[in-house]
Every structure is written in structure tokens, then in C-alpha cells.
């Protein structure tokens, strides 16, 4: 039965006579991939032709049909390449198979044609296209909802946001770099050409008004840490050419890396290893230290382009599927609100950046005590990451990890207090003091610190009122730690107590490296 033949057809794709046809009427290369859809051909007139019927049957099946199939059951009749190539069959696959990116001009020859010229540019690449439009897609959706909930740092995000290059003037880059860029950061770039920024403010040593406006706005995550500003910015195309170029001539920067991201001075670098997509960022004394951090083995030594390398985008698209994953499922959002260490309550709000502290998972934890919320998370920051030791005989180097954390404070509204359980509400209540303790990985106590206020600052917390924040740091020489605590406080005020003093929790959370650094 022909139709059962078109079926069987499109299971195979490879062999429908369709396939063939679209590339060129004769065999692919090898690695091409399936073959794009056919050219459209008129039906023929004449006797023994399907008529009306059978035409809206074959076009009720085309709708039901992938492109593979589509393809090859167009070459089974030739009533139907007429069917199964119209514009509104071919429409949706093209978004989404291969998407257009934003802004693009509609397809001039109609979808057929554009997923046609789509597939024998990324086809040999199978998903990879479309592993890079959902990222971006996954970017956008949350920068969008984000704009439409009101937050200024979203959109100035949304709007740093350039538009794609076209393929001659990638070619044109790898020209000046010498070297061949790889697939996906290829892709990448014909969905958005980086961001904007000037690239002597991402370089420039002092922290003036232009410069202020890069400590929020990259789309890769944002953090302070002891005046440690980092705010990671996917570069453009011109200027991922000239900072590698620089760091060539002044760092000796081999010639297969390129910096694909960046923040203000250079605070943090990410760099792009282009024979297989792999991802590190350089820390303090120069070392690459992969993105993607497997577990066991060497580490440090270790390159990360492990995950199947350019033909399935390597460490570079499993970063970033990881990256727009956890902004997808809330495990990351844009910095919380709240007054910060020094900060004055009058003092204007800044712009939210997507805050690389992690909302979810074992590096964070909430408890609320006598109506006092603390959540905290942890941050592995590998651009301080450092090595301890000489590393000569038996004494191996050692791994040190700076882990940032993050504290937030909040004093329930009164309604919430007693809603949990309270039998009076607490109004107002400063922070006197604090105390960790730092377990290992057998829950075994290794270090207790106590000490007056949180990064000089002893603040005050209002029912309901705005929460308090603020980051510190501590370094780590093995993977997996624990940290756990308390911090007092006085009912109403140092100065002018309303009651007695009380112990909030800060619940444990893991010191840990995880999968995959941001």
C-alpha cells in the first residue's frame, strides 16, 4: 500500500527517494545527515491521477508527519510532492526544528525552502541547532517574564541583547583569530551577537558611572563578594577578536582559546577551547579551571570538552544548557532585593542582575526563628580558585576553593509571625553577633568562628520591612564542607532593647563543588 511505503519511508528518511532528491538527486556525503525536503512539483493532469479525495488524505497525513517523513513521502507519488511541500506544513516544523532567530526577516522562498537552506547548513550537526535555540529561548522567556513583572536590571538585559551575525561575518573572525570557531558558537552567535558594552569599559581599572552599569547587566550572572564585582558579559563577536588578541600579546594566551565572556576588569574571563568546545574560566595564578567539573580523576588537569566535543557542542552548550536550565526551574533568578552592608535605608535601588547564588538544591538553606526568616546559599568562585603546596615529591598540590555565601534576613510581617505559630510578634530587632561552625564531609567539626555583627554592619530588622543581605567568604581545601550557625539579636535595638536577646539558626548548607560552575 503506498501510503504504508511513505510510513516506512519516513522512518528511514535516509533512503525515501525524496530525501534523494533534495540532496541534488544524488547520494549525501558522508556525516551530512537526512536530506532537506524536496523541491515542490506540480501535480499532473491526466487519467490515473488521485483526485480531491485522495489529495485530503494525503495532506491530512502530511500534517501529522515529522520532516524526515514529509521528505520521504513526498517521493513516493508525485501527487503528493505537491501536498506534502506547501508553506503551512513546512512552517511549524521550521520553528521548530530549526527556529529563525529574533528579528530575522521572514523566509523570502517560504518555510520549505528556509528549512531546506537550514538543514544543509546545521543539519550534519543533528540537534545541536536546536540544543542552542532552546537555550536562548530559555534566556529570553526569563528575561521577558522578569521585564513584565517590573525589574529595571531584566530589562537593561533584554536590551544589551545583540542582534545575530550572518555567516560571512563569523568567517570574517576566524580570519583574524586564525583558527576554525566552533559549531555551536557559531550557532550561538547567529541567534545573538553577544552583548553591548564598550570594551574599554570592560577593561578599564576604575569603577566611574559607565563602568557602575556592568556590575548588573551580564547575562551569564552577577555577584559581590568583599568588593570582588563580578558581573559575567557574553562578548561580541568584535570583541571576543580583540580581548583574545590582547591576552595573546600581553598573557601569552595559546592560540586554540578564545574569551568568550567577561566581566568589569577582567575580574573574571571565560575562555572558549575551540578543538573541542571546551569551557574554563582563569583564576588567580593563570590556571584554567573547566566549567564543567567532573567528579573523580584529575580535576585540574582535566580538559572539559568531554561531552561529546564540537560535533555535539562540548562543555560550552552543556554549560549553557545548564545555566538556562536552572533559570528556568527557579534554582537561579535575579538578585533578591534588600538593604546591603553600609547601605543606607534611603538609598536608591539598584539594578537586580541574575545572581549566580543558587536558590535551590544542597548549597542553600532557610529556617525562621522567633519570626527571623535566614536563607543562605553557597557560591564556588573559580576565578579565586588557588593551589596549595609546592606539588614536588609526595606532596601533591592541593586544590583551595573560595566559597562566597550569601545571608538574607527577614523579619516576618506580624501576621506571618503569629500565622507560624508566635505567640507575640516581634516589631523590630537588631543583629548583635554571630558564630559558624564548619563541618567536613563526615559531619565531623573542623572550625568555629564567633565574632561581633556581619561584615561590620549590625543591622535592623522590621516586621515586614525590607530584608538585609549581605556575602562573605571562606576557603575550602576540600570538596565537600558543611556550614552551620546562629546569629543573636536583641528585641528593638542595641541602644534601646525592647526585650530579651534570642538565637536565630541559620540551618546547614553545603561548601560543596558542584557539576558545573557559574
Partial sequence: MEVGAGARAGAGAET??????????????????????????????????AGPAADAVARLLAGRLGWRALAAGAGVRQAWAHEFSQDDLWAPLLRAVYPPPPGAAPPTGGSRAAFAGAHREYGRYGDL??????????????????????????????????PGLDASEMSYAEELLGLELPPALRMMMRWHDGQKCRTDALLSPNLD????????????????VYGHEVSLHLLAMSQLVHLTQIMRERQGLPPHLVVLAASWGLAKTLLLDCRDSGLYFVDQEGTLV????????????????????????????????????ALESGELGLEPEGRRPMETAEAPPRNSGISAFPRAGPRTSRAVTRGVEVTASALVLPELHRLAGTGGGDHEARDVWTI????????????????????RAIERCQLRTRHWV??????????????????????ILVAGGK?????????????????????????????H????????ECARFELSLPEVLF
Fill in 209 to 224: 558611572e559607565e563602568v557602575s552599569a556592568l556590575l548588573s547587566s551580564g547575562c551569564l550572572g552577577s555577584y559581590s
Fill in 16 to 49: 525515501g527517494a525524496g530525501a534523494e532528491a533534495a540532496a541534488g538527486g544524488g547520494g549525501r556525503g558522508a556525516g551530512a545527515g537526512p536530506g532537506p525536503p524536496p523541491a515542490a512539483v506540480a501535480p499532473p493532469d491526466g487519467p490515473g491521477v
Fill in 497 to 504: 532593647p525592647e526585650g530579651p536577646c534570642f538565637d536565630v
Fill in 129 to 162: 541547532y536546536g540544543r542552542v535555540a532552546r537555550c536562548w529561548g530559555r534566556l529570553e522567556s526569563f528575561l521577558q517574564a522578569e521585564r513584565a513583572a517590573g525589574s529595571r536590571g531584566a530589562a537593561a538585559i533584554w536590551n544589551s541583547l545583540r
Fill in 404 to 423: 562566597s555565601y550569601s545571608i538574607r534576613f527577614r523579619l516576618l510581617s506580624e501576621s506571618e509571625q503569629l500565622a507560624a505559630g508566635e505567640r
Fill in 290 to 325: 573547566p566549567a564543567i567539573w567532573s567528579r573523580g580523576g584529575a580535576r585540574r588537569k582535566g580538559r572539559c570538552g568531554g561531552r561529546g566535543g564540537n560535533a555535539c557542542g562540548g562543555g560550552l552548550l552543556a554549560w549553557l544548557e545548564a545555566y538556562t536550565g
Fill in 438 to 459: 564548619i563541618r567536613d564531609e563526615a559531619l565531623e567539626v573542623i572550625n568555629q568562628v564567633s565574632g561581633e555583627a556581619v561584615v561590620g554592619d549590625y543591622p
Fill in 467 to 495: 530584608p538585609f543581605i549581605y556575602q562573605s567568604a571562606t576557603s575550602e581545601k576540600t570538596a565537600r564542607s558543611f556550614m552551620e550557625g546562629f546569629f543573636n539579636f536583641v528585641e528593638g535595638t542595641i541602644a
